[in-house]
């Protein structure tokens, strides 16, 4: 790592400790010095393969290698695009033609073999897979989902632990000193020799350290959530995968009843059926009830199973 | 001596037997019988192996169905030596009482470097090299290649044996290291891979823990092993930091550029194939496309590496898209290589978990979790298609793809710490990427999923419970033996405090005491002075222990000692150590005076095999100080933590468990058997306390009285002299005979089986 240096002010590491090395997307490095003195104006070419850069893309040099740098750029860009999951694709084998396609195209990329037409790949798929993108910018891979929760969980965890040894240690402080303050009332109070009393006080003293110290022996094992969900567990949570099935139609019921048909409910009055049924009040009408309801169903019962079947 | 245990004939190739392990095969056949797991301790020095392989071989035999292979894991070449000698021994005895032939085979493994007959590879020093030589010399497609260009150089043994040794089962036996290369000498054939096919039929197998544990050697050597097996875990006092070092991986600068230029080798080779041989390039492609798994035919040849355990189901998945091309996963790990090159450049230590990393690497270089994943697997399919012929070379890339496949695997009881600098030196930038595992039960979980019994034992598994804890699982049974004796032969003493009434504690704040210091050198001077034989003495580090030497020289200690025994301090090099070792025995075999000291520092004792080969080598040992862990190191810290959240342990819990097995383990050497005897000092006021002694092995314990808890020097100067002085009385087998030594007669006794009831405790 010492032997590191920039290519055109010769600086190493070894000699200037305090050196910052940059790169930019063609992947060659300048230190920090020569980046601001030859791109003052914003823009310039790099020093070694004459391509135009801008300063703003300069980046401080994270690898020892400066071409992974590069690609790892690359690869951040082309995965905005590709951002395609495996939730994605039907079989496991698509997927990894499309991860194998994404990787060929990294590869492209960074080192400069058919730039042109590699662009021009992406952009088309860009185009044409616009959706898709947009709708997957802001979803994680299964495998992300499952890291965090896992990242989550030992935060809880840790979380916990330090609570219950704060709460622990506080419930100890006081227990001694309560068992202080006894001792001084006692001293105050009571009638039996000061020697006796302090004998009690250390025995209460000693069984007190000893409960505390049977009670760190046995620490609960946490391993389960209030939910009841066993920690270890992961629960996933990508979507169900979908099920293609024929919906329901709804099909009108029909039912023999085995006598002459019934008339319908709007039509009971115009028949007459209605004439000699005792009317419904104002008050029956509010709960949504009518006169032909009862008669319809009165008609219904006494026509079914008039014909013999 | 034929035993009846609850109901089992055991044949035992000798004809006296301990009670303990009369009470120990109990113990296991229990086990066995219920076909769960089981944690066994019991005293090193009473016959652990051979209890251990005599009930299950006899277990094999009666029921062949129910269990039809041990596998059995130690630790070192040595170790594992010494079981096959015992195996030997029994199985010897079994033909002389049955008169049968013997149908078992049974047989040792260890690494090319130990089994490799090939006159050139054999040759070369390291186990990295020999596997990469080999690999030159055996993989499929340099085979192919030979077929069509003899000049190709290939290793006849492995052909020969490709050849015919596949089919030919190897005779019924018993076959140590030597043994095996012996064989393959006479066929011709590999011996290595010869023993690689014969583990699935044989009954015994014979290995190290890494072939079971790391999971990286364990899919291509132990994966087909059959269920019903029994595996043996012998000496496993510190498991679970094997399998804690199975599953981390250290990255450093050096890594990073070796790396780098791995992969620039990749790349190079990869542009010269595309014009030579595109069509090579084009087949991998579409078996990848097609997400065929590796077929398993050219497996066996072609380790460059297997998956850390990786789930089923994403191992039948198709490598992803964005790794497919060859171009693309050389592009894809380069980034990932810059990024670590980047997070190793900070300057402050940062600690992050598992998850943290991977959004971090995404929203740096836009890797996702699952190519990463597909790492190790893509890196090895290139490998293969690329027909690099030496992998020892890749090894850098290798373990960077692991760490990927691992990172991306699992989401806990994984962390990541980034040190720029050793906390020692904090000047002197040396960055370190730890990927630690701090979940034991990870990498040995596999292990006791599968396998109908495991069986965990050593003389040192104070306190038993913790160990099903750290390893979760359930065992049937949890027993710890002690060790009947026919005379108190060992002398635990707790030194406390100097002559001065100075305590002697290695405490970080006191422990660059003078008067500690002095005192410490005051205690192994009149140790030397009284103790007839060798004594080991233990410090808990080596800054400790060279600051002390060194103030030792300067007081003038040493010269003393040195007028009543020859010093010998060991080295942070295991090899130097060992060979001044044996140069060493020389001059005192030769000399006929067996007085010397060994300084040694414990930390450095699990890797360092020694152990005294004669009695009183160990007549007294000294642990100076409790040998606790550095409790600043971050690994440490998050493993605690860990602990805590995950089991419920205690961070005092578990280092003062670490300190004591390690204390243990060193004053265990001091008695090698029964006859032995031995002084156990320890040195430091905090052994006197419940929570330390309490975690002592329970034959240790038992001989800790309360009288010997917090001695003065002059007391144990008293106290040592009188012990020796007893001990020192003519010893003979009689004595202990019906005591702690049995026949079959007195076995069989009433009382007596009523006595070995009492031994085993849970």
């Known amino acids: 790592m010492d032997d590191q240096g920039c290519p055109r002010c010769k600086t190493t590491k070894y000699r200037n400790p305090s050196l910052k090395l940059m790169v930019n997307v063609c992947g060659h490095t300048l230190c920090e010095s020569c980046v601001e003195m030859l791109f003052v104006r914003g823009s310039g070419n790099c020093v070694q393969c004459n391509t135009p850069l801008r300063k703003s893309h300069f980046r401080v040099q994270l690898f020892e290698d400066p071409a992974i740098d590069k690609e790892v750029e690359i690869r951040k860009k082309v995965l905005k695009i590709y951002n395609k999951r495996e939730l994605d694709f039907s079989t496991l084998k698509e997927y990894n033609d499309y991860l194998e396609q994404v990787e060929d195209i990294v590869f492209n990329l960074t080192n400069n073999i058919d730039v042109e037409r590699t662009k021009q790949i992406m952009e088309q798929y860009q185009r044409d897979n616009k959706d898709i993108i947009q709708r997957n910018k802001a979803k994680l891979t299964r495998e992300q989902e499952e890291l965090e929760e896992l990242l989550l969980q030992e935060q809880q965890n840790s979380e916990q632990k330090r609570l219950e040894t704060l709460q622990e240690e506080q419930r100890q402080l006081q227990t001694k000193r309560k068992n202080k303050q006894a001792l001084l009332d006692e001293l105050e109070s009571s009638r039996l020799p000061a020697a006796v009393l302090l004998a009690q006080h250390k025995d209460r003293a000693v069984q007190l350290e000893t409960q505390i110290e049977t009670q760190k022996q046995n620490v609960k094992p946490a391993n389960i959530f209030s939910t009841g969900i066993m920690m270890g567990q992961t629960v996933s949570f990508a979507s169900v995968s979908r099920v293609e099935e024929v919906l329901y139609v709804y099909q009108p019921l029909c039912i023999d009843a085995y006598g002459p048909p019934v008339p319908e409910l709007d039509q009971l009055g115009r028949l007459g059926y209605l004439n000699h049924v005792c009317t419904a009040s104002p008050q029956d009408q509010a709960g949504g009830y009518t006169s032909g309801l009862a008669c319809h169903r009165a008609i219904q019962d006494a026509f079914s199973g008039l014909f013999p079947s | ?186 066929k011709g054939w590999c011996p290595y891979f010869l023993a690689r096919s014969s583990i699935l039929h044989a009954n015994i197998v014979v290995y190290s823990y890494n072939y079971l544990l790391d999971p990286k050697i364990a899919d291509l050597v132990s994966k087909e092993l059959a269920k019903k097996s029994v595996v043996v875990f012998d000496e496993a006092h510190n498991i679970d930091n094997v399998c804690i070092d199975s599953m981390s991986v250290n990255i450093t600068r050096r890594t990073l550029d070796r790396c780098q230029t791995n992969v620039e080798t990749l790349q190079n080779t990869i542009s010269r194939i595309k014009e030579t041989d595109a069509a090579k390039l084009q087949e991998e492609y579409r078996r990848l496309v097609e997400g065929l798994t590796e077929a398993n035919v050219a497996r066996e040849t072609d380790m460059y590496l297997s998956n850390p355990v990786l789930p089923d189901e994403i191992l039948q998945e198709a490598v992803p898209g964005s790794i497919r091309t060859a171009e693309h996963f050389v592009g894809f790990m380069k980034r990932f290589l810059e990024y670590l090159k980047a ?133 049937v049974t949890v027993a710890s033996f002690t060790m009947t004796l026919a005379r108190t032969c060992l002398c635990p003493l707790i030194v406390g405090r100097g002559n001065d009434q100075v305590a002697m504690t290695s405490k970080f704040e006191t422990r660059e005491d003078f008067a500690v210091i002095r005192n410490y050198g005051n205690l192994l001077l009149e140790m030397s002075a009284i103790v007839p034989d060798g004594i080991v003495a233990f410090f808990t580090s080596y800054i400790y222990m060279e600051n002390i030497v060194a103030s030792w020289y300067e007081q003038g200690i040493l010269e003393n000692i040195q007028r009543n025994k020859l010093i010998f301090i060991e080295t942070q090099d295991a090899a130097e150590t060992s060979m001044a070792l044996m140069l060493n025995k020389n001059k005192i075999s030769a000399n006929g005076v067996r007085n010397i000291i060994l300084i040694k520092c414990k930390r450095l004792f699990i890797s360092f095999s020694f152990q005294p080969p004669v009695h009183h080598y160990g007549r007294a040992v000294i642990v100076f100080g409790v040998p606790y862990v550095y409790t600043q190191s971050r690994i440490l810290k998050a493993r605690l933590e860990y602990l805590r959240d995950q ?15 390690h204390a243990a383990q060193c004053v265990g050497r001091a008695i090698r058997g029964k006859t032995d005897y031995g002084l156990m000092i320890f040195a430091d006021k905090r052994y006197a306390r419940a929570d330390k002694r309490g975690k002592l092995p329970r034959w240790i314990q038992e001989h800790l009285t309360d009288g010997s808890l917090n001695l003065t020097i002059d007391e144990t100067v008293q106290l040592g002299k009188h012990f020796l002085r007893q001990m020192a009385q003519p010893f003979r087998q009689e004595d202990q005979l019906g005591l702690s030594l049995l026949t079959l007669e007195q076995l069989q006794s009433e009382d007596m089986l009523q006595k070995i009831a009492q031994i085993a405790q849970a």
Do not use: W
Not at chain 2, 431 to 459: E, N, Y
Not at chain 2, 650 to 655: A, I, T
């Open chain 2, 343 to 475: 997070r190793l450049r900070i300057h402050h230590v940062v600690q992050e978990s598992t998850p943290q990393f991977l959004k971090d690497i995404y929203e740096k270089v836009c890797i996702d979790r699952k190519p990463l994943r597909f790492c190790a697997e893509r890196l090895r399919s290139l490998l293969r298609t690329l027909e690099i012929a030496d992998i020892a070379d890749f090894s850098a890339i290798t373990l960077i793809s692991h760490f990927a496949t691992l990172v991306s695997t699992y989401n806990k009881g994984f962390t990541i710490i980034i040190e720029p600098f050793e906390d020692r030196t904090p000047t002197i930038a040396n960055p370190v990427l730890h990927f630690s595992c701090m979940d034991p039960s990870i990498a040995i979980k596999p292990v006791f999923g599968r396998f109908q019994s495991v069986i965990i034992t050593s003389g040192t598994l104070s306190p038993l419970d913790i160990y099903p804890r750290i390893l979760d699982f359930r065992p």
């Open chain 2, 1 to 186: 001596m034929k035993l009846n245990i609850d109901g089992l004939l055991v044949c035992f190739p000798y004809d006296y037997i301990y009670p303990e392990q009369y009470s120990y095969m109990l113990e296991l056949k229990r086990t066995l019988d219920a076909k769960g797991h089981g944690v066994l301790e019991m005293p090193s020095g009473t016959g652990k192996t051979i209890s251990l392989l005599s009930l299950i071989v006899a277990y094999q035999k009666a029921y062949p169905l129910e269990v039809t292979k041990l596998i059995y894991c130690s630790r070192t070449v040595p170790e594992i030596e010494k079981v096959v000698e015992e195996l030997k021994k029994l199985m010897d005895y079994y033909t002389k009482q049955t008169e049968a032939k013997n149908d078992f085979l049974a047989l040792a493994l260890s690494s090319r470097k130990n089994l490799c007959i090939h006159p050139e590879v054999s040759s070369l020093r390291f186990g990295k090299e020999v596997d990469g030589k080999c690999h030159s010399l055996t993989a499929s497609y340099i085979r192919a290649q030979h077929h069509c260009n003899p000049s190709q150089p290939v290793c006849q043994f492995y052909e020969e044996f490709d050849a015919v040794g596949r089919q030919v089962l190897i005779p019924p036996g018993i076959y140590n290291l030597n043994d095996l290369k012996d064989f393959g000498r006479r």
């Open chain 2, 647 to 661: 089991f419920q342990i205690r961070e005092n819990d578990f280092l003062t468990f670490d300190a004591m097995r």
